[in-house]
Every structure is written in C-alpha cells, then in structure tokens.
C-alpha cells in the first residue's frame, strides 16, 4: 500500500477525464450489502464517523456505499463535481493511497471541500476494475486530527482487495455476456447468410433447369413453328413403328 505524498497539492489536480466502459456495470444487491457491512464494520473498527465507497463518473463523483455511523454527514447517491480538490479525487489522479492527519494545518487541504462537513482527517485508497479502469475509492474520514495508524491502514488495504476481487466478478459476468450476445449475434448473422446462400444456389438451380429445358425444347421443335423438328419426327416415327 503505498501512500502519496501530502505535497502534491490541489493545484497539480484536474478533473477525471477519459472514457469508462465499466460505468453502466450495475452492482449486485447482495455485494452492496456486502460492501454495507465493509464500511460499518471500517468505521467500529477505526473509530470514525465516516467510511465511505466511491464511484467515479467522467465529471463527477459519487457516494455508492456509507457506513450507517452517527454523525456521518455522507448519503448514498450525493454527488461532487471533480475539479474541486477532493481527497478522493486526488487518489484516483494519482493511483495511489492517500493520508491526511489534518487538513485545517495542512497548505495542500485547507481548502478541501470535505471540511465544510467537518472532515478534517482522511485515508483512502483507489478501487480498480480488473482490466485497470478506475471503479472509484474506498476511504476513511474523521471529524478530529487521525495519524490512521498502521493496523486501520492495513484493514484498509485489505477490504480494497476484498472489494476487487468482487469487482473482477461482476466484469466477468458483464463479460460473459457481452460475448455470448457477440456470439448470438454471429450466429444469427450466420444464419442469414446461409439462408440467402441457400435461396441463391436455389434460384441458380432453378435457372440451370429452366436453360436445359429450353435446349431440349430447342434441339426437338422447329424455331420458327414450333413443331417437332424433322430429327425429333423421325424418332417418334421409329417409336411408334416399333
């Protein structure tokens, strides 16, 4: 787990750009419950009012799970323009975990809009996708000076792996789909085209037939009259002498 350093401050920030193809992957009701009890069972373990699980948007980020704590000012679905030097904002910039003690004596967070709600601490680190997009953070915050000692820390690193590998779940799922969708759709494909391919050798069948009548009609029948030719007489006289 490594942790950025508290030097890089807002003015090196910028809002989250790119394409997320992960962004309309729903989450299972039964993994938010799960994740439910990750942030309460973070938040009685560290002693802090807030544990939150964030998702990140191309323009903005938001709450996906809470701890259900007193005091917690955080709700499910609130939502926070980026490009406004949040914390998580900055651990998703920078790929890496991030600690702050206390942002009120801190020239970098002084200005962090976490702290009109009274957060003065924060620990969080980045959640990923397993082909590498960016699902969001997962994070600490207290109303009061936090170091996040090393065993919260350490808790900490290990509900993200937790949720990771329930995230590599949903991908393979959408996943899974997604292909047999490809391969439905192949085979509908398929299916047209052989059936075209069979009308085609059908029509073609059809004219061969059409052509071998018209070249017997024209070695037996006169152009003109379209009697029996003398050839065709002939051997219909013989048929009939017989």
Not at 170 to 196: I, P
Request: some cysteine; aromatic content about 8%; overall charge negative.
């Amino acid at each position: 787990n490594d942790t950025c350093s508290q030097g890089v401050g807002r003015r090196q920030r910028t809002a989250f750009m790119g394409t997320l193809q992960t962004l309309d992957y729903e989450i299972p009701e039964s993994m938010r419950r799960s994740w439910q009890n990750i942030v309460n069972l973070l938040a009685r373990i560290a002693d802090v009012p807030t544990t939150l699980i964030m998702r990140i948007h191309p323009d903005y980020i938001e709450v996906n799970t809470t701890s259900e704590t007193e005091n917690n000012p955080y709700q499910v679905g609130d939502k926070e323009k980026l490009g406004h030097g949040l914390y998580c904002e900055h651990v998703i910039q920078n790929k890496c975990g991030l600690l702050v003690p206390n942002a009120l004596v801190d020239e970098n967070w002084k200005d962090n809009p976490d702290i009109e709600l009274g957060m003065l601490s924060y620990c969080g680190l980045p959640l990923y996708w397993p082909n590498g997009e960016t699902f969001g953070t997962i994070c600490m915050l207290d109303v009061k000076e936090n170091q996040y000692n090393d065993t919260y820390r350490e808790l900490l690193a290990s509900f993200k792996e937790s949720i990771e590998a329930q995230l590599a779940v949903v991908f393979q799922q959408h996943k899974l789909v997604r292909l047999n969708n490809e391969l439905k759709s192949r085979v509908e494909t398929r299916t047209t085209d052989l059936a075209q391919l069979s009308y085609s050798l059908t029509r073609e069948i059809d004219r061969r037939k059409a052509a071998e009548k018209q070249v017997n009609y024209q070695q037996t029948h006169d152009q003109g009259t379209g009697f029996l030719n003398r050839a065709a007489l002939e051997q219909v006289l013989d048929q009939t002498l017989d």
